[in-house]
């Protein structure tokens, strides 16, 4: 998993163990990822939106989506096609392979090993997600996520902004033993500052724990928290809910959170590599259909109004040329 990771850990900066009268947060859901298609035809796991974990429970998170790890054979690869967003931002972070992204307003570019683009629809935007054409010809690993991230109603109409987040920006420190790397893309971590600027108060982290080893985190108590398997195995929360590839959590109240990996290596990076979220809840009504997220149905009407006469952009006509439009 060639996602961002120095070959010295000792090095890093280390975020001390919360204390021990900290409260640990305990596991309030367990969620296995049911697959889906999703684009013009690529295969995905998706933790939340479902029964167990929904908007409510995830907020400010609205989806998730995790694609591989796949190792794709020649002309196998797809993505997703021009298709328009409303009302939140979308978070691809790719750890093996590659992916193109436009968009209608003139941002975008190319996404592999360990970079993240941050894009904020807002207002409305069209984008399209492919893969490069190395990829499609040759074929090869590829392995990633794309989380969704709500805005209150009051900056749902801000104007779209594009962020690429280079691997190389981001911050990176080890745990306290130095058993552990943790990538944060967004947000704070014990005073340590993510390279993504975000529009509500939200965490991202991609962490890496060696066999057996125990990660113990301080964690803000104001926020949602939720966890989600990328590869490997292990336990999660003050109860030591057993966890493994493909399943999520959401965490109950507290300001620490512990997990702890598999004595017996999983997978091929043999740790486990989990993805911690953190956000400070809206607490807004949601209205979803397909690509727009608002807060009425009259405002889902709306959207789909705008993307139908042009206001959210139009595509480029050197990208209307290689790939049709897709509603999706």
């Known amino acids: 998993m060639p996602a961002v990771t120095p070959r010295q850990w000792t090095t890093l900066p280390t975020v001390k163990e919360p204390d021990q009268g900290d409260k640990e947060r305990a596991i309030l859901h367990l969620v296995t990822a049911p697959s889906l298609?999703?684009?013009?035809?690529?295969?995905?796991?998706?933790?939340?939106?479902?029964?167990?974990?929904g908007?409510?429970?995830?907020?400010?998170?609205?989806?998730?989506?995790?694609?591989?790890?796949v190792e794709y054979a020649p002309?196998?690869?797809?993505?997703?096609?021009?298709?328009?967003?409303?009302?939140?931002?979308?978070?691809?972070?790719?750890?093996?392979?590659?992916?193109?992204h436009h968009d209608s307003q003139g941002g975008g570019g190319m996404i592999r090993n360990g970079d993240t683009q941050w894009m904020t629809a807002g207002s409305g935007i069209l984008h399209d997600e492919m893969p490069p054409e190395e990829l499609v010809s040759h074929?090869?690993?590829?392995?990633?996520?794309?989380?969704?991230?709500?805005?209150?109603?009051?900056?749902k109409w801000t104007p779209p902004r594009y962020q690429s987040l280079e691997a190389s920006r981001v911050t990176l420190l080890a745990s306290e033993h130095g058993d552990a790397l943790l990538r944060v893309i967004a947000g704070n971590l014990a005073g340590y500052q993510g390279p993504g600027v975000t529009w509500i108060p939200v965490t991202v982290i991609h962490a890496s724990i060696e066999p057996g080893a125990r990660l113990r985190l301080p964690w803000p108590k104001q926020f949602n928290t939720l966890a989600y398997v990328l590869a490997g195995a292990g336990t999660v929360g003050s109860d030591a809910v057993l966890i493994h590839e493909g399943q999520g959590v959401q965490f109950g109240e507290g300001e620490?959170?512990?997990?702890?990996?598999?004595?017996?290596?999983?997978?091929?990076?043999?740790?486990?590599?989990?993805?911690?979220?953190?956000?400070?809840?809206?607490?807004?009504?949601?209205?979803?259909?397909g690509p727009f997220v608002m807060n009425s149905h009259a405002d889902i009407v709306q959207a789909f109004d705008d993307y139908k006469t042009g206001k959210m952009g139009s595509v480029p006509a050197v990208e209307l040329k290689k790939t049709p439009s897709a509603d999706d």
Not at 37 to 53: D, H, N, S
Not at 89 to 95: A, G, L, R, S
Not at 139 to 153: A, D, E, R, S
Not at 260 to 278: F, K, M, V, W, Y
């Open 256 to 289: 620490a959170l512990t997990m702890t990996a598999s004595q017996t290596a999983e997978g091929p990076s043999q740790r486990l590599e989990i993805l911690l979220l953190g956000g400070e809840p809206i607490g807004e009504p949601i209205a979803s259909y």
């Open 75 to 100: 002309g196998e690869a797809k993505g997703a096609p021009w298709h328009p967003h409303r009302g939140f931002e979308t978070v691809t972070y790719i750890m093996d392979g590659a992916m193109e």
């Open 37 to 53: 298609l999703e684009g013009a035809g690529f295969p995905v796991r998706r933790p939340w939106p479902t029964r167990e974990i």
């Open 139 to 155: 074929g090869g690993l590829f392995h990633g996520i794309q989380l969704w991230v709500n805005l209150p109603q009051k900056l």
């Open 55 to 69: 908007f409510r429970q995830a907020d400010p998170f609205l989806l998730l989506d995790h694609l591989g790890a």
